[in-house]
């Protein structure tokens, strides 16, 4: 629900100035006095507090001082900007061009005096153009509203002045290399990235376009393997992943295939730790000093949680959920709780099911299938006989669950806690 114009607000602190200086060929003065709400990607509210000092007025009209309906356009194309480049984060390299105006209504004058409330939230976005409903309040009425195209540019890559970034590194637009930095000869960065002070990024590696790497993070440098032999390797990193403070990630090993490689949208919190010939899908997060092993597989959609650690060669299915402090030596199954040194089935991770949007009867015919895995007293190659000779159970998150138990070559987690210590645990 909307605030009411009038509500009281507090000012969130944005460098307005900084920021709209990236809207092209704009307005000379800044139509942008504060931003009172910030919904990061979404939705930004921002006022303007119309007096008759303005520029403006002395031509429009003497005696009777009207704002253009053009500056209201432009008004709102400031406060468009700064949601935009705001979501594109720390680079300062980003700008936006005001390209089409549609659908655009003036219903009520604006005059000195008037407070407006500036009202912007993004619609389609791509890469380079971007579309925002923008509707501006005086008190309770709209006075104008209209949809705006604006084109997004994202310039030369911008490198601080300590860092060290080697001549043979490419460097993506619109990428931002923070203070001593390091990035080797060999590193390949996409566009939009922001590498954090004091990270370094060597070996052969590649990072896709929208990632962030903070502080201190280590990517690329040659694995803890001691059959390694300094032969060229890499690591592969997709798309629009956040690698915070102290994450390691090493490269692969020609034993392993010689590729560590990461997919898109992942989440690793610091100090995460990526060994050699890993290989992680997408949507994942991991944990503060979640450890995973050599040649480990980390399917979509993974949760790993803080301080536990993946056996070499394990792997972690889609939508598995892993515990805190577990320490997993088997496969971790699909869609189910896995927890404890050594970890043990807790069951279907109902609660996260439902939340990334399983629909129930998806969800009941993974009850029934786990009840026969578990509560049966059948054992695992008669479970999964009568799991896939069941027609009402046919599904493919069913399937996938049998399959990846047949496919397993270390053996899966199927051990349920001892009775004493069976509690509760919680959905995460």
Same mark, same amino acid.
């Given at each position: 629900?909307?605030?009411?114009?009038?509500?009281?607000?507090?000012?969130?602190?944005?460098?307005?100035?900084?920021?709209?200086?990236?809207?092209?060929?704009?307005?000379?003065?800044?139509?942008?006095?504060?931003?009172?709400?910030?919904?990061?990607?979404?939705?930004?509210?921002?006022?303007?507090?119309?007096?008759?000092?303005?520029?403006?007025? /002395?031509?429009?009209?003497?005696?009777?001082?009207?704002?253009?309906?053009?500056?209201?356009?432009?008004?709102?194309?400031?406060?468009?900007?700064?949601?935009?480049?705001?979501?594109?984060?720390?680079?300062?390299?980003?700008?936006?061009?005001?390209?089409?105006?549609?659908?655009?209504? $003036?219903?009520?004058?604006?005059?000195?005096?008037?407070?407006?409330?500036?009202?912007?939230?993004?619609?389609?976005?791509?890469?380079?153009?971007?579309?925002?409903?923008?509707?501006?309040?005086?008190?309770? /009425?709209?006075?104008?509203?209209?949809?705006?195209?604006?084109?997004?540019?994202?310039?030369?890559?911008?490198?601080?002045?300590?860092?060290?970034?080697?001549?043979?590194?490419?460097?993506?637009?619109?990428?931002?290399?923070?203070?001593?930095?390091?990035?080797?000869?060999?590193?390949?960065?996409?566009?939009?990235?922001?590498?954090?002070?004091?990270?370094?990024?060597?070996?052969?590696?590649?990072?896709?376009?929208?990632?962030?790497? $903070?502080? $201190?993070?280590?990517?690329?440098?040659?694995? /803890?393997?001691?059959?390694?032999?300094?032969?060229?390797?890499?690591?592969?990193?997709?798309?629009?992943?956040?690698?915070?403070?102290?994450?390691?990630?090493?490269?692969?090993?020609?034993?392993?295939?010689?590729?560590?490689?990461?997919?898109?949208?992942?989440?690793?919190?610091?100090?995460?730790?990526?060994?050699?010939?890993?290989?992680?899908?997408?949507?994942?997060?991991?944990?503060?000093?979640?450890?995973?092993?050599?040649?480990?597989?980390?399917?979509?959609?993974?949760?790993?949680?803080?301080?536990?650690?993946?056996? /070499?060669?394990?792997?972690?299915?889609?939508?598995?959920?892993?515990?805190?402090?577990?320490?997993?030596?088997?496969?971790?199954?699909?869609?189910?709780?896995?927890?404890?040194?050594?970890?043990?089935?807790?069951?279907?991770?109902?609660?996260?099911?439902?939340?990334?949007?399983?629909?129930?009867?998806?969800?009941?015919?993974?009850?029934?299938?786990?009840?026969?895995?578990?509560?049966?007293?059948?054992?695992?190659?008669?479970?999964?006989?009568?799991?896939?000779?069941?027609?009402?159970?046919?599904?493919?998150?069913?399937?996938?669950?049998?399959?990846?138990?047949?496919?397993?070559?270390?053996?899966?987690?199927?051990?349920?806690?001892?009775?004493?210590?069976?509690?509760?645990?919680?959905?995460?």
């Amino acid at each position: 629900m909307n605030r009411h114009p009038d509500t009281p607000v507090s000012v969130v602190p944005i460098d307005i100035p900084e920021v709209v200086d990236r809207l092209c060929y704009r307005y000379p003065s800044l139509l942008v006095d504060a931003v009172v709400e910030h919904e990061p990607g979404h939705r930004l509210v921002a006022v303007k507090n119309v007096t008759v000092n303005e520029e403006f007025f /002395q031509g429009h009209f003497p005696g009777a001082p009207l704002m253009p309906g053009v500056l209201m356009i432009e008004s709102l194309s400031q406060v468009a900007t700064l949601l935009l480049l705001e979501r594109d984060g720390p680079s300062a390299a980003a700008h936006t061009h005001l390209r089409g105006v549609d659908n655009a209504k $003036f219903r009520r004058q604006v005059v000195p005096g008037d407070r407006l409330r500036l009202e912007v939230t993004l619609g389609q976005r791509h890469r380079m153009l971007a579309r925002a409903r923008c509707v501006a309040w005086v008190a309770d /009425q709209v006075v104008a509203e209209a949809e705006l195209l604006l084109g997004i540019t994202h310039g030369a890559a911008e490198v601080h002045p300590t860092a060290i970034v080697h001549t043979g590194a490419v460097i993506g637009e619109g990428t931002a290399i923070g203070p001593h930095a390091v990035i080797g000869e060999h590193v390949r960065i996409g566009r939009n990235c922001w590498i954090g002070a004091s990270s370094v990024i060597d070996g052969w590696t590649e990072i896709g376009d929208g990632c962030q790497v $903070f502080p $201190f993070a280590s990517i690329g440098l040659i694995p /803890q393997d001691l059959k390694f032999q300094g032969e060229q390797t890499r690591v592969v990193i997709g798309r629009r992943n956040t690698i915070r403070e102290f994450v390691t990630v090493h490269r692969g090993t020609r034993g392993g295939g010689g590729v560590t490689s990461i997919g898109d949208d992942n989440y690793f919190m610091a100090y995460v730790h990526i060994a050699h010939d890993v290989h992680v899908g997408s949507q994942t997060i991991l944990g503060n000093l979640a450890t995973i092993g050599g040649h480990v597989i980390v399917e979509d959609y993974a949760t790993i949680s803080a301080c536990s650690a993946v056996h /070499q060669f394990c792997r972690i299915a889609r939508h598995a959920f892993i515990g805190g402090a577990s320490v997993v030596t088997k496969d971790a199954l699909p869609f189910a709780k896995s927890v404890g040194n050594r970890a043990r089935l807790y069951g279907l991770n109902t609660i996260g099911l439902v939340r990334r949007g399983f629909p129930p009867e998806t969800i009941a015919k993974l009850k029934r299938a786990y009840r026969y895995l578990l509560v049966s007293k059948l054992n695992a190659s008669r479970a999964l006989a009568e799991i896939e000779e069941d027609a009402t159970l046919a599904c493919d998150e069913v399937r996938y669950l049998t399959s990846f138990i047949r496919s397993s070559k270390r053996g899966v987690i199927l051990r349920r806690p001892a009775r004493r210590l069976d509690v509760t645990i919680a959905d995460e």
